[in-house]
């Protein structure tokens, strides 16, 4: 089995700095691509951020200059590290692993989410 957990959520006032972390567990052989996705109330979830294994990122346009998002492949585990938050990045904020597992076989998994919500 395999788990996406995903840590540092919180109420951060605008202006303010949040990092969120996704750790994945279980029979992993490999990762590949990993992604930031979020959701506000009565809205679709999006895309934030995404990060191939090698390191290639890719950012919504509404975050670029704002957010970075990173991994540590030995660790299994992806940051987003957000700065210059603004109210509408208030949302549940998910975590997304493609995953190849024991079998070598890909499957994407999605972590519990962590709820950011951002002050004005």
């Known amino acids: 089995q395999v788990q996406l957990v995903e840590s540092g959520g919180g109420l951060v006032q605008a202006g303010g700095s949040l990092r969120l972390s996704c750790v994945a567990s279980?029979?992993?052989?490999?990762?590949?691509?990993m992604g930031w996705y979020r959701q506000a109330p009565g809205k679709q979830r999006e895309l934030v951020a995404v990060?191939?294994?090698?390191?290639?990122?890719v950012y919504a346009d509404s975050v670029k200059g704002r957010f970075t998002i990173s991994r540590d492949n030995a660790k299994n585990t992806m940051y987003l590290q957000m700065n210059s938050l603004k109210p509408e990045d208030t949302a549940a904020y998910y975590c997304?692993?493609?995953?190849?597992?024991?079998?070598?076989?890909?499957?994407?998994?999605w972590g519990q989410g962590t709820q950011v919500t951002v002050s004005s």
């Open positions: 279980g029979s992993i052989l490999s990762i590949n691509n």
């Open positions: 997304n692993a493609d995953i190849v597992l024991g079998s070598y076989t890909a499957k994407g998994y």
């Open positions: 990060i191939s294994s090698g390191g290639m990122t």
